[in-house]
């Protein structure tokens, strides 16, 4: 749930700032957890995956005007912007 427009632009930026300020850490700690197979095997985008909806869960606690219902929520964007960011990749 967003409020606004207003909200999503300022959503989307805390997910920006959040995601820049300790999406690394996430990542590496999850890494770190899954003993780098992910990694290794080529498949790090899962890893960031999750560490993305770990951040939009951050966000949403601190935000008023942004909901999520759950964790299963926050993954499915956290795909949508791993695909978006894809995409963009392969267009630049």
């Given at each position: 749930?967003?409020?606004?427009?207003?909200?999503?632009?300022?959503?989307?930026?805390?997910?920006?700032?959040?995601?820049?300020?300790?999406?690394?850490?996430?990542?590496?700690?999850?890494?770190?957890?899954?003993?780098?197979?992910?990694?290794?095997?080529?498949?790090?985008?899962?890893?960031?995956?999750?560490?993305?909806?770990?951040?939009?869960?951050?966000?949403?606690?601190?935000?008023?005007?942004?909901?999520t219902k759950g964790f299963l929520p926050s993954l499915m964007l956290s795909?949508?912007?791993?695909?978006?960011?894809?995409?963009?990749?392969?267009?630049?």
């Amino acid at each position: 749930y967003i409020k606004d427009n207003r909200a999503a632009i300022y959503t989307a930026l805390w997910i920006l700032v959040v995601g820049f300020l300790i999406g690394w850490l996430l990542t590496f700690i999850l890494n770190i957890l899954t003993l780098g197979l992910f990694w290794l095997v080529g498949l790090g985008i899962v890893i960031r995956t999750i560490a993305y909806a770990v951040v939009i869960e951050i966000v949403d606690r601190f935000m008023e005007d942004f909901e999520t219902k759950g964790f299963l929520p926050s993954l499915m964007l956290s795909v949508a912007l791993a695909i978006a960011w894809g995409l963009a990749d392969m267009i630049g």
